[in-house]
């Protein structure tokens, strides 16, 4: 089942988010799953909007995430990520 994944992260500034999407950019199998990814600046951090095929697939890029995030010095959050179970999502113009 998908599931729609909201992470609120303060003090995480834009500069710190290229770092780690180039890093993790080097091994593009660590986005298998990931059907859709946003990330957004706000007054206070940033705002990543995530679609997973499936929990399993956004749990696997946690955990090869997180240490890289951490190396790089990212705050801890304040709070677990929201994650959402899906009823139907499309993306326009693709066939099916």
């Known amino acids: ?42 007054d206070d951090g940033l705002e990543v909007f995530d679609l997973w095929d499936s929990e399993a697939h956004m749990n696997a890029f946690v955990e090869r995430m997180m240490p890289l995030a951490s190396g790089l010095g990212w705050p801890g959050a304040d709070s677990p990520p929201r994650i959402m179970p899906v ?9 099916g």
């Open 87 to 95: 009823h139907n999502h499309w993306i326009p113009g693709a066939n």
């Open 1 to 42: 089942m998908a599931i729609f994944v909201h992470a609120v992260l303060p003090g995480v500034t834009t500069d710190q988010y290229d770092q780690l999407n180039a890093r993790l950019q080097q091994t593009p199998e660590v986005f298998e799953g990931c059907l859709s990814h946003a990330c957004v600046p706000t």
